[in-house]
């Protein structure tokens, strides 16, 4: 069983610039969620996809988009870049059962804006 | 939504020593999960444990679900288990809540 997988592991932007992160959900997994976390803080979540469909936002703004797969796997996508954006962005898979699903963190991808 | 409170944010501790983490919740919650943040940044999964008691290892944990709290338990600490402790809970819908997280580091 493989467990979460995140790409790339780091990344280097300017401000104004695009970027995408990429996740690989646990074998078995049909539920992923994003999370922004910064420096010294807990994770913030951004949003979850179920079954391709965005299924849950949190406060962010719509320059943060992202996709699902039909293999499971998502896309975490961020337009126009700002030097706030410079975070620890975490991906997390479940097994969506009601409200017990227990979620899986990969390792995240550490973005720097400049 | 809800509010996630944990205490203390930091400690620090001989290795050996015993420690409890408390997390509060502003309103009641159906999930309720623990992690481990080591160095690297990788959040491990502790507990799932929206109420009641469970014990794996050196560590256990306890939800009182009706007073909106959650304890850890660490016994025994080793330098290993240095790192930041997370509880996240969610009522509703789809979005976990984190706390700020309990800053632990285990000396030699």
């Known amino acids: 069983e493989t467990g979460v997988t995140q790409s790339p592991t780091h990344l280097i932007k300017t401000r104004g610039q695009q970027v995408t992160l990429r996740c690989s959900s646990q074998s078995g997994h049909n539920t992923v969620s994003w999370y922004q976390q910064a420096l010294g803080q807990g994770p913030q979540f951004i949003f979850q996809y179920y079954r391709e469909e965005e299924n849950g936002r949190g406060n962010f703004p719509p320059r943060f988009s992202g996709l699902q797969f039909p293999n499971y796997s998502s896309e975490l996508n961020v337009n126009a870049l700002e030097l706030d954006d410079s975070a620890l962005y975490l991906c997390?898979?479940?097994?969506?059962?009601?409200?017990?699903?227990?979620?899986?963190f990969g390792p995240g991808t550490r973005l720097t804006v400049l | 939504g809800i509010q996630v409170e944990q205490s203390p944010p930091d400690l620090i501790l001989q290795e050996g020593a015993n420690s409890t983490l408390r997390c509060n919740f502003s309103d009641s919650v159906n999930n309720l999960q623990w992690f481990h943040q080591n160095p690297w940044g990788q959040l491990i999964n502790l507990f799932y444990?929206?109420?009641g008691t469970k014990q794996n290892g050196r560590l256990s944990a306890t939800t009182v679900a009706t007073e909106r709290y959650s304890l850890l338990y660490i016994s025994s600490s080793q330098t290993t288990d240095s790192g930041v402790y997370f509880c996240a809970g969610r009522k509703g819908g789809n979005m976990l809540t984190f706390g700020g997280g309990t800053r632990l580091m285990v000396k030699p």
């Open positions: 997390a898979s479940s097994l969506k059962l009601g409200p017990k699903d227990t979620q899986y």
């Open positions: 444990i929206p109420s």
